[in-house]
């Protein structure tokens, strides 16, 4: 079988975001930018697979700019075996991203697609239930466990009332949650490698897909900063201070 | 290293050249060692988690030398390049400040602020396009020996492990997802560390490279990145001071560079051989801050990024032997940072390539150290020798000297000693017999409202990260001395010396006072291994890629 897992560019987590002066976006200058965590997750639970012997194959692909290749190298140092980046400068919005996500699909006919539940930047959490739709096959979302027997994929999925394990049959897409694994160091002998790994670089708009701005950001502002506690004398002065608040 | 990592088998690489360290001198000789031997085969170690990540500088750069290395850079400058307009030097009191004349070692005309870890992004893309292998997130972290007595070599680094997880041992023990550190083989290895490298400091004391030097002294230096209300700045105009908040005692000073976009460069630098041990540098830099003049430009904006750093301030009397079988120490990893200048770049660049250049001519590190000193950079080092050590007395005698130095271009007859920073802090015994003086501290403001709050909140200025399930990475050998003989004696100074708090003294179970390390903080400064006073801090590279992300520093 053969694995397609969908990465994303994003701002390190690590990295304390701040909104640019004209509030036009974030700052990105100098700024660290990784794979998405659970796209990394994604990439990971695909090597086990193939480790596994459940897969043989694992094709990583991201759309974003030029830079986006670091991205995609370290996926093919972790051990992809290769990597396809469409190429744009603009921002991809989710149902574009999953638009083209299906023209992915059509060429390289995959068993499954592996995705992270969201990206870290838009937070969306979209593409994958797109994809599957347009795709028109199963969905398992959330994912924290995987299993695959006989054509179908056993999945627990993290919901809000606990765990539900469902079963899709493939291919289908499957979007990772933060426990399903903890993805492997690099080594640097397979960094080596994933030099001489195939990477292709293609035009986005060689996938034919429109990209309708169905979302139009109009300014990014930080969140009100927090104002400092006041510190009272008495328990009267606290009670009274809750009252005036509303809060008793 | 302990016996059950010995087991550990590791992958070998065998390269020509081993470069440690992705700063201005080791890419600089990279660089430069692939051109001049375009089939060497050369790897380059880096232990933050991208180029440029623990990259921190001021940095007002003479750009000679880079034009040598990388002519094309002015036609693609990295991220912040501001050409240097005015140069300021002012001498601060607490409610004031007077312009001084400007020292001539510190006119910048000719010279660009820049973001030093942007440049150096940009020289290891370009590294990388000659073939170097980059490999940043691998800190080297024991050297390879081999051979005893006059026939001991280095023969390359081994890697940090990942994975390894505290289990109480200094050591640790591998972890779930453990990657054992890959041994590199190199014909010869650079170390290009940067200011108290962790493997300089070893090589230096197993080869006894510092036999003919007067000791190492250091510097410590802070730096914030802010952006301003609208029409603050003037682009290009650079200010250094003396005085306030500093006493006359102890060196340093501070600087700010105005950038583009309402941006600036804010920062202060204090010499590591203060004597008070109630003294905090962090806080001697936000009560800078807090001066009238700089409340009045900072008010209102806001912090981008934070850092720390030390830098070697030691200069030629202190510079180690630069050469070793198999070796060279390149950069401020041997210290070769010009301080009246402030400026460590330019000559970290010219190391790095003059080492590049003597190893593709003569084959072998031998001759290096006599050549470095020979040359341009040496010479610069020659010339301002007298004039840190000369600050030894005090501002004022030090300010003398300086002058008398500049006058005679460094043809003093003399070349004054350094002295070891750790050795520097006046016991509280010895404060108390002298009449305990009035500490800095009773100059400053009580309060301030500029951002960081303190020290935890700095932290988040330099997107810090460390696994917290490793091993502690900074070694203390022996903490039963921290709540007896040193809290008697200097009372804990590490919980002031160190920018973000890692060390703090907290009650323990039992009731009394221990030492707790806030390993996870760290942004690799190194001042802890320089400063304390028992020298029993031993910094170590953490799991490779963590420690801070500085932006645009």
Redesign the interface.
Known sequence: MKILVGIKRVIDYNVRVQVNRDGSGVVKEGVKMSINPFDEIAVEEALRMKERGDANEVVVVSIGPEAAQQQLRTALAMGADRAVLYQSDEEVQPLAAARALLAVVEAEDPGLVLLGKQAIDDDSNQVGQMLAALWNRPQATFVSALEFSDGVAKATREVDAGLENIEVELPAVVTVDLRLNEPRFVKMPDIMKAKRKPLEIKPFAELGVEMPVQLETTLHEPPPKRQGGVKVDSVQALVEALKNKGVL | MSEQQGDIER?V?EYDYAIVGGGPAGLACAIRLKEKMPAAEICLLEKG??I??HILSGCVMEPGPLDELMPAWRDNPP??CVPAGRDEFRLYTRARSFRLPTPPQMHNAGNYIV?L??LCKQLAEHAESLGV?V?P??PGRHPLIEGEGADMRVVGVR?GD??LEADGTPEGRPG??F?AG?DIRAKTTLLAEGCRGSLSKQLIARFKLDRDATPQTYGLGFKELW?LPAGRTTPGLIQHSVGWPLDNATYGGSFLYHLD??RVYIGFVVGLDYEDPRFSPFEAFQQFKHHPDMRALLEGG?I?SSGARTISEGGLQALPRMEMPGALLIGDAAGTLNVPKIKGVHQAFRSGMLAAEHLAASGTPEGYDAAFRASAAGRELHKVRNIRPGFHGGLWLGMANAALETVLAGRTPWTLATHADWDSLETRASARAHGEQAAMAANWHQERSLPPRDRLASV??A???HEESQPVHLRVADTSICATRCAEEFGNPCTRFCPVGVYEMVTGEDGGLQLQINASNCVHCKACDIKDPYLIIDWVPPEGGSGP?Y??L
Request: hydrophobic share 40%; glycine share 12%.
């Open positions: 992958d690489m988690s991208e440029g990540a991220a912040i973001a870890g942007e292998e490999f997130g691998f890697c990942m994975g779930p997802a990657a890959v952006q976009e309402d806001e981008i988040y200025f997107n810090t990260a992300n932006q645009t």
